[in-house]
C-alpha cells in the first residue's frame, strides 16, 4: 500500500530559527502534495498544496513566505517554516496519494515546539 | 460555501454498545466522502471512502458509513465498539478550487471514547 514517510517526528527549535519538515512519499510518485496543520482544538487546516515542479498553491491566510514549500521530485515535498516563533508551534503533516478520487495516505505528522 | 460538520465534539459509547459518528456536508457536484482516524500524536488513517454505488461503505476495522444524499450525511458507524476504537475521527469531502483542481476539506474531528 501507499507509504507516505514524515521526518522529523518531533522538533523542538529556538525562536527565529528555520525548521524544515519533509514528506516522502516511499512506494509511489505523487505528482501532488499536502500540508496540513493541526491546532489544538484539533481541527486540521489546509495550508497548501505542493505541485511538482512548479510552485506550491496556498490557501488564503497562510503566508507563504513564513511556510515555503518545495516540490522538488516526485517522491519528495518539504515545508520550511521560516523564522520561526511560537505561535508557530504545532502539529504538522503532509498526505499524498495517486489519484484523489481514493483517499489520501498521510503522514504521521511532526510536532514543532518553538521556544 | 464547501464545508463539512461534526456536530458532536467527544461520543462516549460503552464496549459492545453500537457506536455513530456524525458528519454532514455542503458541496457542489457528486460528493466523494472520506472517513479519517487519528490516534494520539500520529497522522491519519484512512478508514474508508464513498465515490458511488451502494450507500453503505464497509472500511477498515469493522466501520462502515452510510451515504444520505437527502439528508446530505456520511455517518461512520459500527455495530460494536472496541476500547481499541478510541481515537479521533475526520470526515472529509473532496472540493473543488476556483482553479479546477481539487482538495480536502475536513471537519472539526469527534473524540470517541469508548469504555470499558
Known amino acids: 500500500g501507499a507509504v507516505v514517510s514524515q521526518h522529523p517526528s518531533r522538533v523542538i527549535c529556538k525562536s527565529g530559527t528555520s525548521v524544515k519538515i519533509e514528506c516522502r512519499s516511499l512506494?509511489?510518485?505523487?505528482?501532488?502534495m499536502f500540508w496540513y496543520r493541526q491546532f489544538p482544538k484539533k481541527s486540521l487546516m489546509l495550508m497548501a498544496t505542493?505541485?511538482?515542479?512548479?510552485?506550491?498553491?496556498?490557501e488564503q491566510g497562510v503566508e507563504k513566505d513564513k511556510f515555503l514549500i518545495n516540490h522538488a521530485s516526485l517522491t519528495l515535498s518539504t515545508l520550511t517554516v521560516t523564522s520561526a516563533h511560537p505561535e508557530d508551534s504545532s502539529f504538522y503533516i503532509c498526505?499524498?496519494?495517486?489519484?484523489?478520487?481514493?483517499?489520501?495516505?498521510f503522514g504521521s505528522g511532526t510536532r514543532l515546539t518553538v521556544v | 460555501a464547501q464545508s463539512v460538520a461534526q456536530p458532536e465534539d467527544q461520543v462516549n459509547v460503552a464496549e459492545g454498545n453500537p457506536l455513530t459518528v456524525k458528519c454532514t456536508y455542503s458541496?457542489?457536484?457528486?460528493?466523494?466522502l472520506f472517513w479519517y482516524v487519528q490516534y494520539p500524536n500520529r497522522g491519519l488513517q484512512f478508514l474508508l471512502k464513498?465515490?458511488?454505488?451502494?450507500?453503505l461503505v464497509k472500511g477498515s476495522y469493522g466501520f462502515e458509513a452510510e451515504f444520505n444524499k437527502s439528508q446530505t450525511s456520511f455517518h461512520l458507524k459500527k455495530p460494536s465498539a472496541l476500547v481499541s476504537d478510541s481515537a479521533l475521527y475526520f470526515c472529509?469531502?473532496?472540493?473543488?478550487?476556483?482553479?479546477?483542481?481539487?482538495?480536502?476539506?475536513f471537519g472539526t474531528g469527534t473524540r470517541l471514547k469508548v469504555l470499558a
Open positions: 472529509a469531502v473532496r472540493a473543488r478550487n476556483d482553479s479546477g483542481t481539487y482538495k480536502y476539506i
Open positions: 512506494d509511489f510518485q505523487a505528482t501532488t
Open positions: 505542493s505541485n511538482e515542479g512548479s510552485k506550491a498553491t496556498y
Open positions: 458541496v457542489s457536484g457528486n460528493p466523494y
Open positions: 498526505s499524498a496519494g495517486q489519484r484523489l478520487n481514493y483517499g489520501y495516505t
Open positions: 464513498y465515490i458511488t454505488g451502494d450507500n
